[in-house]
Structure formats: C-alpha cells, structure tokens
C-alpha cells in the first residue's frame, strides 16, 4: 500500500498520547450517561450520546461500561462495576421481565456480554458459572457454536464463523471449558471453517483470527493451526493494504436470526472492521508490512473521539457503548505496543518485493541520489543564479531524499529477517 505519511518516534508518542486522552474521554462518557436504575445499582444504553432522562439501557451496554470502567482502572468494588453487575445479575438470574419476553438470554451474543461483564478484574475462573455454561450449550456437536438455544429441541442447528468466535472470547477465562476435549474440537472446526471459506468479511475472519491468538497455547495436536493462523494473517493484510482512507471506521452490518415462540426474529450487529483488524495485528507483533494501516486508523479513532467526544459511525452517526469499548481496547493495546515496534516503512513493504523488485528499488534509490548530486554540483558551478540555481536546489533535494531512503532501505533489509522472524 503506498503511504506518504513518514512516522517518526515524536509522531507515535505523540499519537499515544492522544490515545491516552482518548480513553480518557471514553471512559468520561461511560461515567456521564449511568443510569441509576434503583439503590446502588446502574445501567447504561446502547448510546453514549441519549439524552439526560433516558431510562432505557440494555444488556451490551451495561456490560460495555463494565469492561472499559474496569480497563480504566476501576476496581471491582466500585459503586459503577458493582452496581452495573448486579443489574446482569439480576437481568440472567430473572425468569420474567423485558429481558427474557424478548428471548435475549437466548440469544449467544448477549450470553457473551454477560459473561465479559462476569468478574471482569479476574484472569481466571475456575469453578462451575452458569453463564459461561448455559453459552457452552449453543456449542453444536462435531461443529462450533450457534447463535441460540431455548432447549436441545430449539435451538440452531448450523453454527456461524461470528457466533464461535464470541463464544471462544467470552470463555478464555473459563477453566472448565479449556480444559475439555469440546474445546480443542470447536478449535479444529473454525481452523477448517477459515481454511475452506475464502470468502469471509473482514469483521469474520477478523474476529476468527482473535479467537485464535486468544487460544494459541491450546494449539498443540490442532495440526493445521499455525497454517490457518499464517492465511488469517495473509488475507487480513491484503485486505488492510487495499483499504482506502477515506473508508476508516465505516461500520459493517452482521444481520441473524433466532426464534421465539416459534416465530423468527431478524437480528443484528455492528462492527467496526478497521478496530477488529487493527487489534489483531497488535496482537501479532505488528506485521511490518501493515504499520502505515494500523497507525492511520489509530490516528482515526483518535482524532473523531477528541473532535466530537466519541467515536460515532457515519452508518448511524450515534456513539455506540459497544463501538466504544472496542476503541478502547485498541487504544489500550496500543499503548502497550513498544513505540520501536510500531515504525512502518516509509513508502512501501520493502521485504514484500521480489529480490528482483529489492535489486531495482535499490539501483534506482541509488541512481537517482548520483543524478541528483551531479545536477547540485555542476549547476552550484555556473556563474549564473537562473537557472543553474534552481537545477542545484533541485538536484540537492533529489540526492537528500533518495540517499535518506536509500539508507533506511538498506537498513531495513538488514534487520528484515529478525524483525519479520518475530511476527
């Protein structure tokens, strides 16, 4: 992908440190549209942006407001984190109310918020979680997950790319599930899923792709694991370096159905394809070749949320709870990313070239830098400022910049194959 934008270290500090005032914004738009809902407990909708005396709120976003308060810092006894998880609690445990008239503790996608939602400061859980198995009841035999279950006689029968990957998120703290044989057979199956099907949207093979690095050290006896995690990494680079700027933080729809009362419910979700996409390769040891992308979308998301305080889709021009956690968590992995990890090339994936194509990038670096020193100095010769001047000033310019690339270039194949090794 050709980029201009030459990233220097004080640019990716300074850009971390718009991350930071980012999250800072994002966490100040959690703190300002909790709903009290009744003693000690609070709520949040599915909006950052409704008005003060909205009194609707929903299970993803209460849930959204638990994880970003709790990445921010919050510990589990906070009067936010407490209160918001008594209100899941509350809302799972029910046998009647809104929640359950409208079948969502049916639904996996909301079973996945509650269980993100459960306990959020813990890495592990290790006892038995009626969330985190009433999910793994959606787990379709010889398959992966579905995207409902009322009963093993409703429920669905084929199971979606999306709906195994939230599961599989939701449940990397679980040990029960880890520890089963049911998990390395759901792992088999979305490794053949991804390797059969070329034709996955981004925010499937993306969210695929995370599952997979969240599960890495279960890969042992999956034999096409490493193979299917290399193709994830291939197609999603090819899809960030054949993105254009213009469509950064475009929402995608994931329409799906559940049934209720033997009627069928049309469903949907957003996703923010560059976030997910972005996260992965951070979480791959940012592929050299994508560097240019993921800095540009981080650059993005930045820059929307101090410009309109929020992330807010063109598609609904709202700031979604769910949008915005999902900013958060790449703005905090980021963060994390060591600032010599994140320097992308300067106009292209040098290492991406044939040795023919590195042969001709260098004669012509090298040639033009000659030609470029060769027109400054016969022209700095003439006795005449116009235009032996101008060709001199040009023929600097030329030799300056191409001799910098030059350098940088050889620089980078030099240090390619340790730094491309570690991805």
């Not at 005032?21 to 599915?46: H, T």
């Not at 008594?86 to 359950?100: A, C, M, P, Q, S």
């Amino acid at each position: 992908m050709l980029n201009i934008m030459i990233w220097t270290k004080g640019k990716i500090e300074r850009l971390k440190k718009q991350a930071t005032e980012s999250q800072g914004r994002i966490k100040d738009l959690f703190i300002s549209c909790a709903i009290p809902v009744k003693q000690d407990s609070y709520a949040w909708g599915q909006f950052l942006d409704e008005p003060r005396d909205n009194t609707q709120y929903g299970i993803y976003g209460t849930s959204a407001a638990i994880q970003v308060l709790s990445l921010a810092g919050f510990n589990s006894t906070h009067k936010f984190i407490t209160g918001a998880s008594k209100i899941l609690e509350d809302t799972f445990t029910k046998k009647t109310g809104l929640f359950h008239e409208k079948g969502d503790l049916y639904v996996l996608y909301k079973l996945t918020y509650f269980a993100e939602g459960e306990k959020p400061t813990e890495n592990d859980i290790t006892s038995k979680n009626p969330i985190m198995e009433k999910i793994i009841k959606c787990a379709i035999e010889g398959q992966g997950f579905g995207e409902y279950f009322i009963s093993n006689k409703k429920k669905s029968i084929h199971s979606k790319v999306v709906a195994t990957a939230f599961a599989l998120l939701s449940l990397k703290r679980y040990h029960p599930f880890l520890l089963s044989s049911q998990c390395k057979s759901i792992l088999k199956w979305l490794c053949r899923i991804i390797s059969e099907n070329g034709k996955l949207r981004p925010h499937e093979l993306g969210l695929a792709t995370l599952a997979l690095i969240e599960y890495k050290t279960l890969s042992n006896g999956i034999s096409n694991y490493k193979s299917t995690l290399h193709e994830c990494k291939k197609r999603l680079i090819s899809w960030a370096n054949s993105r254009k700027k213009y469509r950064f933080g475009e929402s995608e729809v994931y329409y799906y159905s559940t049934r209720l009362n033997n009627r069928r419910q049309n469903r949907y979700l957003f996703f923010l394809p560059d976030c997910l996409i972005a996260i992965v390769f951070l979480k791959l040891n940012c592929p050299k070749q994508t560097l240019n992308y993921l800095l540009g979308v981080v650059r993005h998301f930045t820059g929307k949320i101090l410009g309109k305080n929020g992330f807010t889709p063109n598609i609904t021009n709202r700031a979604s709870t769910v949008d915005n956690l999902w900013i958060y968590r790449l703005l905090k992995e980021f963060k994390s990313t060591k600032t010599t990890f994140l320097f992308p090339s300067t106009i292209v994936s040098w290492w991406e070239k044939s040795r023919l194509g590195k042969f001709l990038i260098l004669f012509s670096l090298l040639a033009i830098s000659i030609l470029g020193s060769s027109i400054a100095t016969v022209n700095a010769s003439s006795d005449k400022i116009f235009p032996h001047l101008f060709f001199s000033i040009i023929g600097g310019i030329m030799a300056t910049i191409s001799f910098g690339l030059l350098v940088q270039f050889i620089f980078e194949l030099i240090t390619k194959k340790k730094t491309h090794e570690s991805n």
